[in-house]
């Protein structure tokens, strides 16, 4: 058998943190004037902290000193570390515990692959951190999503090459990060928004263990 590699993305797929993010930047945008809607947000899934500010900035023609620029992501960041400070394992998405487990019993390895510097705290608040052969995160790289570079460092860690690798991904950034990195994409979310995606499923809800059997044994 062909070992395998499985690379979770953690925003908006390991867990339902996605709206804080859409929260925090909605309050920020708003504070300095830039009307910001849900539509704005899905181009920010995925996208580094300092991307998603000069997307901001671009998108309401404004343009800040440095100094400035550096406050407003601190500011961000508070706003969103007080909106998951109570995170519990109440905030994983619906049957993310039953897929790593399948997986761990099949005995795959498996990776975190996020563009968030948060996403150590977060595994450790609902208690997945453990879970994790490998951990890849937004301190670990340099050129963000759709960059393949942190499923590529993902996919190193988990000793794999990128053909062998599967992304499970909310975001289209993440999506074309996967696909430019030669791996399979899955997509978890709205399929309107994930098409470049190898396939797409809701939620984990819609994915069987024949699924992941057959990516197992593929
Ligand atoms: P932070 P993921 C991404 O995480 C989020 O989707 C994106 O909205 C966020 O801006 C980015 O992390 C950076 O997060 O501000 O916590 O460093 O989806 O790649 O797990
Ligand atoms: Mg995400």
């Known amino acids: ?3 395998k590699g499985f690379i979770f993305d953690l925003d908006g797929v390991i867990v339902d943190t996605a709206k804080y993010h859409y929260l925090a930047w909605k309050k920020l945008a708003e504070s ?3 009307s910001f809607t849900e539509e704005d947000n899905e ?5 580094s902290r300092v991307r998603s500010l000069e997307k901001i900035l671009a998108w309401g023609n404004k343009e800040l000193q ?3 620029f550096m406050e407003l992501l601190a500011v961000k960041n508070n706003d969103y570390l007080e909106y998951i400070a109570s995170m519990d394992e109440n ?3 619906p049957d993310v515990k039953r897929v790593l487990q399948f997986l761990l019993d099949s005995g795959q ?6 563009a968030s510097k948060n996403a ?3 595994l450790k608040e ?3 951190y453990a879970a994790f052969h490998t951990i890849v995160d937004g301190n670990d790289v340099t050129n963000a999503k759709p960059d393949p570079e942190v499923f590529l460092r993902a996919a190193s860690g988990l000793e794999v090459t990128p053909l062998n690798s599967i992304v499970f991904e909310d975001s289209l950034a993440g999506i074309q990060a996967a696909n430019n990195a030669g791996m399979t994409s899955i997509g978890i979310g709205n399929p309107e928004i994930l098409k470049e995606a190898d396939y797409v499923f809701q939620d984990f809800t819609e994915m069987s263990n024949e699924f992941l059997h057959q990516l197992i044994h593929q």
């Open 1 to 3: 058998m062909i070992r």
């Open 32 to 34: 300095i004037g830039i």
């Open 43 to 47: 181009q920010l899934k995925g996208v």
């Open 66 to 68: 440095e100094d400035k």
């Open 91 to 93: 905030e994983l998405l």
């Open 109 to 114: 390895p498996i990776a975190l692959g996020s």
């Open 120 to 122: 150590r705290k977060i």
């Open 126 to 128: 609902v208690h997945l």
